[in-house]
């Protein structure tokens, strides 16, 4: 089963890369599938192009967040 939540005025967010570095992005909606949840984030690819992508949640945190 698939749960949504939209986020009407997006939400900044951080999402960890691969390598370790981070990358800023707009969190759209979470969707939680078989309890897991998953953000949508509108971001910029390695292209340099617009994407729109479902990131793990554990890859995102708030860009208001400090780094610990």
Known sequence: MEARRIIPNGQHVWVR??????APGLLVSWVNRNGTWWGRVAMIDDDGDPALADVLGSLLRPANDVPG
Do not use: A, I, R
């Open 17 to 22: 890369q691969v390598n370790g570095s981070e």
